[in-house]
């Protein structure tokens, strides 16, 4: 080897002696910051991913709402006014709040009008009625919402659902736009496996390809669906001029407060178990059924007998039993279902939507989702129709049946450790 050879390698054996520390670095920074794919079945972290920019921003609305509800309670203006004028007020809120969605409807049809070269002139006076209808609706709306929790309060002590004389957690809600629910289903069978709170608003046709999309990946059957109160604390609650729904609703969001509060076994396992999800949610919309008339009853009678002759009187002029159709409609898929004809019952789902969109219900998609987002509200005496022969229902009534109290049975239901000791105890 010649001198200059010599140098060269020399050259070469420095410049590997540098280089190998940083590709050694390279390789330790590539592996640190790679990119990690899911696994084609990890379903959750999937969907986090599919959903991005669409999930519901929680706790932003949390913070939110706990910041206005504290400043409110600093001052508490509604506690100067008497019952009576309390009463007045709610009633004045919930008819601005018709008058305000009658407005917005007028605007609206305005736009639509194809004589009406000019919508945003002849909507004129009509937005400004509704902007200062909104205003006053704002102004109101937190010391509405207190006069509301603490009517609730009073009737859940009364029947004896107070611990020490306290009602705990405290009724607390807001009125707010509610997000959109994704509720996902096995196939096979219905029963719920998985669901995402998205963005309210969504749009219907964004709905729909995301159903789609779950559908394919997952080889499951999804809804996006609409919800009228979630379980946060505070209750979300959608906005709605009907005061009877609205007061029925903060008992019923607050019962899965309370399951929560109280470390129930129905609340902890009510994702990770079906049946536990029936019991909570029949045990809330028992406790809406009786604690909400309460209500009416005591702070506004005369409103609730003509809205309720008023529902009695659609119902028997309807020539369409939804009812029985529909319980007839999850019979049969259950059949199927168990027969492992699953294509075939999700044809005959279609063809039931079908019926159903004639006779003016306009269901967008009836699927095995559908079912069992439904189905888990089992609280009618004959049962609910989207429940079809699921027995935990019936149970769950028969429990409030033999108790002394709704606050006894609340007590009972908090206590049960799965179905079958919901079933024992009604035996």
Same mark, same amino acid.
């Given at each position: 080897m010649n001198n200059h050879q010599s140098r060269v390698t020399s050259q070469l054996f420095k #410049?590997?002696?540098?280089?190998?520390?940083?590709? #050694?670095?390279?390789? #330790?920074?590539?592996?640190?910051?790679?990119?990690?794919? $899911?696994?084609?079945?990890?379903?959750?972290?999937?969907?986090?991913?599919?959903?991005?920019?669409?999930?519901?921003?929680?706790?932003?609305?949390?913070?939110?709402?706990?910041?206005?509800?504290?400043?409110?309670?600093?001052?508490? *203006?509604?506690?100067?006014?008497? %019952?009576?004028?309390?009463?007045?007020?709610v009633r004045r809120y919930f008819q601005a709040l018709s008058e305000y969605q009658h407005l917005e409807g007028r605007i609206r049809n305005l736009y639509a009008a194809p004589n009406v070269t000019d919508p945003y002139s002849a909507s004129a006076a009509l937005r400004a009625q509704r902007d200062a209808t909104r205003n006053w609706l704002s102004q109101h709306q937190s010391a509405v919402e207190a006069i509301l929790e603490q009517q609730v309060a009073a009737v859940l002590r009364e029947e004896g659902m107070d611990i020490g004389g306290e009602i705990y957690p405290p009724v607390r809600f807001r009125f707010s736009p509610l997000p959109h629910l994704l509720v996902i289903s096995r196939r096979d069978r219905i029963e719920r496996i998985d669901s995402r709170e998205l963005s309210p608003g969504l749009p219907v046709d964004v709905q729909d390809q995301l159903e789609r999309?779950?559908?394919?990946?997952?080889?499951?059957?999804?809804?996006?669906?609409?919800?009228?109160?979630?379980? +946060?604390?505070?209750?979300?609650?959608?906005?709605?001029?009907?005061?009877?729904?609205?007061?029925g609703t903060v008992a019923h969001e607050w019962t899965h407060n309370y399951l929560l509060a109280v470390l129930s076994p129905v609340?902890?396992?009510?994702?990770?178990? $079906?049946?536990?999800?029936?019991?909570?949610?029949?045990? !809330?919309?028992?406790?809406?059924?009786?604690?909400? $008339?309460r209500v009416i009853a005591r702070f506004y009678r005369p409103s609730a007998a003509a809205l309720f002759s008023?529902?009695?009187?659609?119902?028997? !002029?309807?020539?369409?039993?939804?009812?029985?159709?529909?319980?007839?409609?999850?019979?049969?898929?259950?059949?199927?279902? !168990?027969?492992?004809?699953?294509?075939? +019952? %999700?044809?005959y789902m279609e063809e039931r939507r079908k019926l159903f969109v004639a006779n003016g219900y306009p269901i967008r998609k009836l699927n095995q989702a559908w079912f069992a987002f439904h189905?888990?509200?089992? +609280?009618? *005496?004959?049962?609910? $129709?989207?429940?079809?022969?699921?027995?935990?229902?019936?149970?769950?009534?028969?429990?409030?049946?033999?108790?002394?109290?709704?606050?006894?049975f609340l007590r009972q239901v908090a206590s049960l450790r799965d179905k079958e000791d919901l079933f024992s105890r009604v035996r």
């Open positions: #410049v590997r002696r540098v280089f190998r520390p940083v590709v #050694v670095l390279w390789v #330790v920074v590539l592996t640190l910051l790679r990119c990690d794919v $899911p696994p084609y079945a990890d379903r959750a972290v999937y969907l986090d991913r599919l959903i991005a920019g669409k999930q519901f921003d929680l706790l932003g609305w949390w913070l939110r709402t706990v910041w206005d509800k504290w400043m409110y309670s600093l001052a508490s *203006p509604h506690l100067l006014l008497n %019952e009576s004028e309390q009463v007045a007020l999309t779950v559908d394919q990946r997952f080889n499951v059957s999804s809804l996006v669906t609409n919800i009228g109160g979630l379980g +946060a604390y505070p209750t979300m609650l959608v906005e709605t001029p009907v005061m009877e729904w609205v007061i609340a902890l396992r009510y994702y990770a178990d $079906p049946a536990m999800r029936t019991i909570n949610e029949t045990t !809330a919309v028992i406790v809406e059924r009786e604690v909400g $008339p008023d529902v009695r009187a659609s119902r028997s !002029a309807a020539s369409f039993d939804f009812r029985s159709e529909m319980r007839a409609t999850r019979l049969r898929v259950d059949a199927l279902l !168990a027969e492992g004809r699953v294509e075939e +019952a %999700e044809a189905g888990a509200y089992n +609280a009618d *005496p004959d049962g609910s $129709p989207a429940a079809g022969a699921d027995p935990i229902g019936p149970a769950v009534q028969a429990l409030r049946q033999r108790s002394a109290s709704l606050g006894n």
